[in-house]
C-alpha cells in the first residue's frame, strides 16, 4: 500500500536549518506529484511547497520562498525539503503527501498523506 514517512524534524533555533526527508513506497513514484504541508496548533493545514512528477515544476508558499528548498531523487522514491533562515512561525507538524498527477499544490489535489514530523523553531 502507499506509505509516506517524513523524518528530520526537531528543534532548531531561529535562524537554523533543518532538512526533511519524505521517504515513499508502495506506489509508482515517478508518476506522482509529492507536496510539503504543515499545520500549527489551532491553526489550518496549508501548503508549504510542492514538486511536480519528473522534478521540473516547483511551488512554493510565499511565506516560505527564498528559505526553503524542495527536490526528489525519483531513483530513491525520495523527496527533500530543505529548510533554512527558519522562523518561529515556521514551527508545525509538516506532513508529505503524494498526487497521482503532474502537479499539484493544493491540499485537495492530494490523496495520500504521511504520519507528519515535528519542528520546532525557539531559542
Known amino acids: 500500500q502507499v506509505q509516506l514517512v517524513e523524518s528530520g524534524g526537531g528543534l532548531v533555533q531561529p535562524g537554523g536549518s533543518l532538512r526533511l526527508s519524505c521517504a515513499a513506497s508502495?506506489?509508482?513514484?515517478?508518476?506522482?506529484?509529492i507536496g510539503w504541508f504543515r499545520q500549527a496548533p489551532g491553526k489550518e493545514r496549508e501548503g508549504v511547497s510542492s514538486?511536480?512528477?519528473?522534478?521540473?515544476?516547483?511551488w512554493y508558499s510565499a511565506s516560505v520562498k527564498g528559505r526553503f528548498t524542495i527536490s526528489r531523487d525519483n531513483a530513491k522514491n525520495t523527496v527533500l525539503l530543505q529548510m533554512n533562515s527558519l522562523k518561529p512561525e515556521d514551527t508545525a507538524v509538516y506532513f508529505c503527501?503524494?498526487?497521482?498527477?503532474?502537479?499539484?499544490?493544493?491540499?485537495?489535489?492530494?490523496?495520500?498523506w504521511g504520519q507528519g514530523t515535528q519542528v520546532t523553531v525557539s531559542s
Open positions: 503527501a503524494a498526487a497521482n498527477r503532474a502537479f499539484g499544490y493544493r491540499p485537495s489535489d492530494f490523496t495520500n
Open positions: 508502495g506506489f509508482t513514484f515517478e508518476d506522482y506529484a
Open positions: 514538486i511536480g512528477h519528473d522534478g521540473r515544476g516547483t
